[in-house]
């Protein structure tokens, strides 16, 4: 298995708090990603890194904002989290900016109250 | 509308049968992937596939580019298979992978 995890691995907290959860890898992958699941939705990227300090917007950014200072680390930062952010969380690993294998953590599974 | 449709969204099947789950995409790709979701949660990759077919173990993927379709069978199914499979295709910037809802998948004993 991959060396990926991700913590915590639940959390629940209060609206208008700010929540930062991590991924940690150990294969030293350049592409690194953050994903929420939703029921009907299925997996969807909220924002990606492919190098240290090198990141950029998914299709649900809005609300998230992410740092990696280090190429082992990916943080996702809820700056004043909403209910609407409920979800489980996955951080994704890939070694190939084309077509290759992503990698999923264990996943965070988020309450918002 | 999602770029990445799967079919059915539910499958009930007894031991032994064979299973088929379909994947239907609208946008160009680079490569298209099945994955297996478990109760529990863990995301496993199966299969990337850019053209043909590939086969490990009891599981078969195909691709057709020109429909813009997939499909993963099971053949000889086990409760042990029961998850959710989940296609997706990957393109642009990144490596970036767009996913249908998934196909969850009990096999009865």
């Known amino acids: 298995d991959a060396g990926i995890t991700q913590s915590p691995r639940h959390k629940v907290t209060e609206t208008g708090t700010p929540v930062t959860l991590r991924c940690h890898q150990t294969e030293n992958h350049r592409y690194m990603y953050w994903y929420r699941q939703d029921p009907g939705h299925g997996l969807r990227l909220i924002h990606y890194s492919y190098g240290v300090k090198d990141t950029d917007k998914g299709e649900v950014s809005d609300g998230y904002s992410v740092s990696r200072s280090k190429t082992e680390d990916f943080l996702l930062t809820l700056e004043s989290a909403t209910s609407s952010q409920t979800s489980v969380y996955f951080c994704?690993?890939?070694?190939?900016?084309?077509?290759?294998?992503?990698?999923f953590g264990p996943g965070t599974r988020l309450l918002v109250l | 509308k999602n770029e990445v449709e799967q079919s059915p969204q539910n499958l009930t099947a007894q031991e032994g049968e064979f299973i088929t789950i379909n994947c239907s995409y609208s946008?160009?790709?680079?490569?298209l992937h099945w994955l297996q979701q478990h109760p529990g949660g863990g995301i496993v990759s199966l299969f990337m596939l850019s053209s043909g077919k590939k086969k490990h173990g009891r599981l078969i993927a195909t691709i057709n580019i020109q429909e813009k379709h997939s499909s993963l069978h099971i053949t000889a199914s086990h409760p042990r298979d029961s998850a959710v499979y989940i296609c997706a295709v990957s393109g642009g910037a990144g490596n970036q992978f767009y996913f249908g809802t998934g196909t969850s998948l009990t096999v009865i004993p």
């Open positions: 946008v160009g790709i680079s490569a």
């Open positions: 994704a690993i890939s070694d190939s900016g084309g077509p290759g294998t992503q990698y």
